[in-house]
């Protein structure tokens, strides 16, 4: 990969993402967003990245960070780091003081992400997945390890761990299901990422300071506005590049777009928790918005998602410009994961359809 002038930057975003378990009793003071942005500020100092900006509504408190985003809603955190950082250094402080509010058990952990283009430049224990998974085993114990995709080419790694026997205990069942299929499953919950390579230079233009002039001008400019319209969105474009936006809705679902724009080295990410029985409309536009050479879809949705039993219609679906190169399907306890890889077509194959 050729560098800008010594300059690199790693677009490629480490994602934890931890379900507590809310405790028994009384629960209604229980919950990760009663945590100070001032605490946070110093947790976050472990993973070498700041806040700046922040948003909420009644559902889920949205950070932008220097890298990437942050999303905590009463009993999920969320931290999506990008660049350099180490996001599992505050793991164990984070549990440690979720613990000392009465979330003492987890139902459900993800750790994922696509391979480092420059895992040279990480730092403990960011530098290889295997180191990733020693420390994440000193904190958990079952935890499963998963590699998608090509090893020796574009590959995406997981370390999942799951209880659905801990899920909430509210006798609260969102929707009818056997007693037996409910159990731990209580709250419907998907998530969908597209992570982007190679982008088109002139719509990657869009996310620099000579061709706009904030966030809100990049994310009108680009239509990234009409992703999910229902979104309220708060955005930042970096001086001189770069560009992230957290988008939230009153449904409690979240989007995250972060752009690394350099053309050497472009990279997209699109991730959101928005409950859909079909994500093909969802995909075609995130794919038309940026344009990539490349991309990487991974679905997860749990047994009460509308999502479960649809993930795999991936199958049957043309992009036109983009062919699919690979697909793989997971089953855990709680989730359903779809991973899919697409490329670019070259001009004469989209006249023929690919
Ligand atoms: C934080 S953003 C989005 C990162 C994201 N993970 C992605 O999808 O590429 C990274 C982009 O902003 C640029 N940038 C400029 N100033 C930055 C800063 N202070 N911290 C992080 N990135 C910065 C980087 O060069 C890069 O193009």
């Not at 061709?211 to 979104?231: F, Q, V, Y």
Request: aromatic share 12%; glycine share 4%.
């Amino acid at each position: 990969m050729e560098e800008n002038g010594g300059h690199y930057f790693e677009g490629v975003e480490k994602l934890v993402e931890v379900w507590f378990v809310d405790p028994p009793g009384d629960q209604e003071n229980v919950d990760l967003r009663t945590i100070t942005k001032d605490v946070w500020d110093e947790l976050l100092k472990a993973v070498k990245c700041e806040i700046i900006s922040f948003t909420k509504n009644d559902e889920v408190d949205a950070y932008v960070l220097s890298e990437s985003s942050m999303f905590i809603s009463k009993r999920r955190w969320i931290l999506k780091t990008c660049g350099t950082t180490t996001p599992l250094n505050c793991l164990k402080p984070v549990m440690k003081l979720a613990a000392e509010m009465g979330f003492t058990e987890i139902s459900d952990f993800f750790y994922s992400r696509k391979n480092f283009s420059r895992p040279d430049l990480q730092h403990l224990p960011h530098r290889l997945f295997c180191e990733e998974v020693k420390f994440l085993d000193t904190i958990f114990e079952g935890g499963q390890t998963y590699c998608l995709g090509q090893i020796n080419k574009d590959c995406w790694y997981l370390y999942t761990l799951s209880h659905p026997e801990r899920g909430r205990d509210d006798d609260r069942p969102l929707i009818e299901l056997p007693k037996v299929e409910m159990k731990g499953l209580y709250e419907p919950d998907q998530t969908i990422e597209i992570i982007m390579e190679n982008l088109d230079p002139n719509i990657m233009n869009i996310f620099t300071k000579t061709r706009c002039t904030d966030g809100k001008d990049a994310t009108m400019t680009s239509k990234i506005n009409e992703i999910l319209p229902d979104m309220v969105i708060d955005d930042f474009l970096f001086e001189p590049c770069g560009y992230s936006m957290n988008g939230i809705n009153n449904h409690g679902e979240y989007m995250t777009i972060h752009i690394t724009p350099e053309k050497e080295f472009s990279y997209v990410s699109f991730e959101s928790n928005v409950s859909m029985n079909n994500y093909t409309e969802l995909i075609t536009r995130v794919i038309h918005t940026f344009l990539p050479s490349k991309f990487i879809i991974t679905i997860f949705a749990n047994k009460t998602s509308e999502a479960y039993a649809t993930i795999r219609e991936l199958e049957y679906n043309n992009y036109v410009q983009w062919q699919r190169a690979e697909m793989q399907c997971c089953n855990f306890p709680s989730y359903n994961l779809l991973f899919a890889t697409y490329t670019a077509c070259r001009n004469e194959k989209i006249e023929n359809g690919c």
